[in-house]
């Protein structure tokens, strides 16, 4: 007997659920070594899918709704870039299968995924019939391998590229929900001049099911600009995805914050650490976007499991992975469990550390 189909993103959503979408697996398998900084191509999900199909199940754990296929990146630019243009089905396929097998195994929805392709030109439009093509393949990969429950048409800097992506949805993956959002640099205005608000709404207008920010931006320097979505009575569904990174008004996007070290040096990518959010940071950005009523949220860039986890806890959730969260009242010398050594707990504790 075929298992049920879990219920599907825009019921959740009419029904005022909230959606956890786990992100960041290229920056996750970039920190386990096995996809190189730069390039950010997935190829792990053709030399290593058995790690995919891990990582899949730790964010489901973690408390995550939604398994994302891992096509972030594997279009046909990016592959022309490292020279695997060849590979470009095959990775495409492999991805959408692991993601599928792991949505069924665990009752939990599964996104196809169309990104950014970094080929946007004010100057010459020749880009829109490439992006068209690239946009079509992938989707049309995505609906002979069955389909999905919804589409995730992400990290986009121009508006330009995020309404010909949501035009090819509804073209080549036809009845798919779809959640669109940018990625916003500095000040209020993307790439090609739409201004930020303007842009939500005209994807609001246009037929997006769900619009919002993914990715360049933390938790700090996103929300404001949903904040203003919503006083602007936007009513589409926004998406509340950013990066893990402590961002600010001086640094808005992950790209331009400092070594901590070498105020002239750039960190991204590699020397982002210092700047990750705490556990209880991302907890409390979570209840303020939950607040302010975003119902589609997730964390992007730098992401981890214990992030997924905080996010889906800050929910009110008890996802398999928070029987592991923290007890300290049983550690040896913060805890206060009667059980446990007093000369620890009240002398060293308090006066030797």
């Given at each position: ?9 825009l ?18 398998f970039e920190?386990?070594?096995y ?26 754990h973690?408390g995550?709704?939604?398994?994302l296929a ?19 089905e095959?990775?495409?396929r ?5 993601a599928?097998?792991?949505?069924d195994?665990?009752?939990t ?14 100057v010459?439009s020749?880009?829109?019939g ?6 079509k ?5 995505i609906m002979?391998?069955?389909g ?17 992506a949501?035009e ?15 990625n916003l640099k500095?000040?209020?205005?993307l ?6 608000q303007?842009?939500?709404r005209?994807?609001?207008?246009a ?15 996103t929300?404001?600009?949903?904040e203003?979505a ?14 893990a ?20 040096k750039?960190?991204f990518p590699s020397d982002?650490?210092p ?5 209880s940071?991302?907890a ?16 992007c860039c ?16 008890q996802p398999?992975a928070?029987r ?13 469990d009667?059980t ?14």
């Amino acid at each position: 007997m075929s298992k049920p189909r879990p219920k599907g993103l825009l019921a959740r959503l009419q029904d005022d659920e909230t959606v956890i979408c786990a992100e960041g697996y290229l920056f996750e398998f970039e920190r386990r070594g096995y996809l190189q900084a730069g390039g950010y191509v997935p190829e792990v999900v053709i030399e290593h899918p058995e790690l995919v199909e891990g990582l899949h199940r730790e964010f489901v754990h973690a408390g995550s709704d939604v398994v994302l296929a891992f096509t972030y990146y594997a279009h046909r630019e990016k592959m022309r870039l490292i020279g695997r243009e060849e590979d470009l089905e095959k990775i495409n396929r492999t991805a959408l299968r692991l993601a599928r097998k792991v949505a069924d195994d665990t009752g939990t929805l599964m996104a196809g995924n169309i990104c950014n392709l970094n080929i946007f030109d004010r100057v010459d439009s020749s880009w829109e019939g490439r992006a068209h093509a690239m946009f079509k393949e992938q989707l049309e990969w995505i609906m002979e391998e069955g389909g999905c429950d919804f589409i995730v048409a992400e990290t986009f800097f121009a508006y330009a590229e995020a309404k010909l992506a949501l035009e090819c949805v509804r073209k080549y993956a036809k009845g798919i929900p779809v959640v669109v959002s940018f990625n916003l640099k500095r000040g209020d205005d993307l790439i090609d001049g739409v201004l930020i608000q303007d842009a939500l709404r005209r994807l609001a207008e246009a037929g997006a099911d769900v619009v919002g920010l993914n990715c360049g931006r933390g938790p700090a320097t996103t929300l404001p600009v949903l904040e203003e979505a919503k006083q602007n009575g936007i009513k589409t569904p926004l998406s509340f995805v950013p990066v893990a990174y402590r961002t600010d008004d001086e640094n808005p996007n992950m790209i331009t914050l400092k070594d901590v070290d070498d105020k002239g040096k750039i960190a991204f990518p590699s020397d982002l650490d210092p700047w990750l959010c705490s556990r209880s940071q991302i907890a409390s950005y979570t209840r303020k976007a939950h607040a302010l009523g975003v119902r589609f949220m997730g964390i992007c860039c730098g992401n981890a499991s214990h992030f997924t986890r905080a996010m889906a806890e800050a929910l009110g959730r008890q996802p398999p992975a928070s029987r592991y969260t923290a007890d300290m009242s049983k550690h040896a010398y913060y805890g206060t469990d009667p059980t446990l050594i007093d000369f620890n707990t009240q002398d060293v504790c308090k006066n030797k550390f």
